[in-house]
């Protein structure tokens, strides 16, 4: 960016003022305000900035160019000079190497960068917590805040910037009237050292919903000020550098986590977890990168086979980074469906108590139980917490040969969300299933549910307080050709219920539960779909390197250098517009 160096939202560069060597900063916000304040997009490329910072350079760093574009401004050091003076005068600026603050040029609504929000939910609560976060953020300590005792000087604590993290009662105040709203706690985070990197206010005041609208009503009357848009406070922590993408979405998943394992999760990527792993991987890739570079680069000092080996060495560790990319991470649903919640479907023939073991896991009578067989008719899901994983139970049809039109649709459902499943769950009633045989009893599966049995499926043997002696089935016995594992229960009397959840409870935890891993902190790394997308995309770029087999190393190396660039876009080292907007639009507005 000609010699500009960016440091979150402000850009750097030396320049030689007379002789003498000067570090310029100038703020993003003040450069697109400067050049293009209609058009300034809300997350800043490189590319973008490349063509402001020439015409920032060309006006501002070079008087020569100065005098060449204007000559009725005089020679350029004196342009230069009654810039500086203006600016003086308008007590915007101590440095001459500084250019204007934003707060000189008019402002659209659009263009106010200090913005305002209640965080905490609506409703009756002892504390809402009103965040001010931007330039102007003291503004409403000096316009809207005053002492809580009355022997105080309100004209001289007006004067004084408020200590940084430190809880200070104060009467809140309209700016213009000075009516008293309320009285509470007021606490300051200095820039760069709060959530957003900027300077940031928070009022915390009761939480009566005609106090927090007198609030926020008087806080429009602070120039500069305008409400944020959902999800803005957090979009300023990205773009300032406080988090990265993962860390934004494990930051909204811990906001809906509504188990233990959910929490666990999110809260690990919050913390940068799944960051640390994505930047261990792009930096594996580099170092690919790198070797061929040295190839294309210094191929002139290499000797006899350098090249080859160097060219092999970065062949190898690809394919090392395709198998623990593949096996470790793609081939490793866990975090999605422990995000989303593990799709567990009821089926079975009708009624055998599918209904009542719904009704059961939810303690509540959430699905419509009767005698006659047919009851069911549509597909009935619930999100359930089942020894702290997320289950989103579904009841179906009862499976058989209909001749009614809408029992038919409903067993065509049941069979599609059976099959969608991550794990299904068949109920039989054990008078019908149980079958004696020469070997002795066993269990015999009807013909309208054996197609859908799998793998993934676990029987409950209901009824069992109708038949005299029940096979003992406690432990989660083998049945059927595929060794699928039964509990023999009784839903009418309760029967055998605690046994079978305890034991359908490890299933689950041994089947998702990351914590149950030998080290017990693997954190699953892909948790959304576009981690998925932007990885296989990777892999994608490194078998094509890996088949590469022409001597042109420039082009092999740019498989290299997508993949790489495909692992930035996941933590947001690559910006993606779309992406971003659609992630910071589904968060609160005062988030």
């Not at 059976?418 to 269990?443: F, H, M, W, Y």
Request: some cysteine; charged content about 25%; glycine content about 8%.
């Amino acid at each position: 960016m000609g010699g500009w160096t960016r440091h979150g939202c402000t850009l750097e560069r030396h320049v030689h003022v007379q002789g003498r060597r000067v570090l310029s900063r100038i703020s993003v916000d003040a450069l697109y305000s400067r050049f293009d304040s209609l058009h300034r997009p809300s997350i800043v490329s490189d590319h973008s900035l490349r063509h402001h910072c020439r015409h920032y350079s060309t006006t501002h760093d070079n008087p020569g160019r100065v005098k060449e574009k204007g000559k009725e401004k005089g020679e350029g050091e004196e342009a230069v000079g009654k810039g500086k003076e203006r600016a003086k005068r308008r007590g915007k600026q101590k440095e001459s190497n500084q250019v204007w603050n934003n707060a000189e040029i008019p402002q659209s609504e659009s263009q106010r960068r200090t913005v305002y929000a209640l965080s905490t939910p609506l409703g009756k609560a002892g504390v809402a917590v009103v965040r001010i976060s931007g330039p102007d953020a003291l503004q409403a300590w000096s316009g809207m805040t005053r002492p809580a005792t009355r022997r105080a000087d309100p004209t001289s604590d007006r004067q004084r910037e408020p200590t940084p993290w430190r809880m200070e009662r104060r009467d809140i105040v309209h700016p213009t009237t000075k009516d008293k709203l309320d009285d509470g706690l007021v606490v300051f985070f200095k820039a760069p050292s709060s959530f957003t990197t900027e300077d940031v206010l928070e009022l915390h005041i009761h939480s009566g919903r005609a106090v927090i609208s007198s609030v926020l009503s008087a806080l429009a009357h602070i120039p500069g000020c305008r409400p944020a848009e959902p999800g803005e406070f957090t979009r300023r922590a990205f773009e300032g550098g406080r988090l990265d993408l993962t860390q934004v979405e494990g930051l909204k998943d811990l906001i809906n986590a509504e188990t233990e394992l959910q929490r666990r999760m999110a809260l690990q990527n919050a913390g940068g977890a799944a960051k640390q792993e994505f930047d261990e991987l792009r930096s594996d890739i580099l170092e690919c990168l790198v070797l061929l570079e040295a190839i294309v680069d210094f191929s002139e000092e290499f000797h006899e086979g350098d090249e080859e080996k160097l060219f092999q060495d970065s062949m190898s560790n690809s394919s090392s980074i395709i198998r623990v990319l593949t096996i470790d991470h793609l081939n490793n649903p866990r975090g999605e469906i422990l995000r989303s919640g593990i799709r567990l479907a009821i089926f079975g023939p009708p009624n055998v108590g599918k209904s009542s073991l719904l009704n059961y896991l939810a303690k509540r009578e959430a699905s419509i139980v009767t005698d006659v067989p047919g009851t069911t008719r549509d597909v009935v899901e619930l999100s359930l917490d089942l020894g702290g994983l997320p289950v989103i139970v579904a009841d179906t049809a009862g499976l058989r040969k209909a001749d009614d039109l809408v029992e038919n649709i409903g067993i065509g459902r049941a069979q599609d969300t059976v099959k969608g499943s991550n794990i299904s769950l068949c109920v039989l009633s054990l008078p019908d299933a149980l079958v004696q045989t020469p070997e002795g009893p066993r269990i015999q599966i009807p013909p309208s549910v054996a197609p859908l049995i799998t793998p993934s499926t676990y029987f409950l043997l209901n009824k069992m307080d109708m038949v005299k002696s029940p096979p003992d089935m406690s432990g989660g016995e083998e049945v059927g050709a595929l060794g699928n594992r039964a509990w023999a229960v009784s839903l009418r009397t309760g029967d055998g219920m605690g046994t079978f959840l305890e034991g359908f409870t490890e299933v689950l935890r041994e089947r998702y539960d990351f914590s149950q891993d030998q080290d017990g902190s693997t954190v699953p790394l892909i948790t959304h779909a576009r981690h998925r997308h932007h990885l296989q995309t990777a892999i994608d770029h490194l078998h094509a390197f890996t088949s590469f087999r022409d001597k042109y190393v420039d082009i092999a190396a740019e498989e290299v250098r997508q993949a790489a660039k495909a692992i930035g876009k996941v933590t947001g080292a690559i910006d993606n517009e779309d992406v971003l907007d659609q992630l910071f639009r589904d968060f609160c507005i005062g988030k």
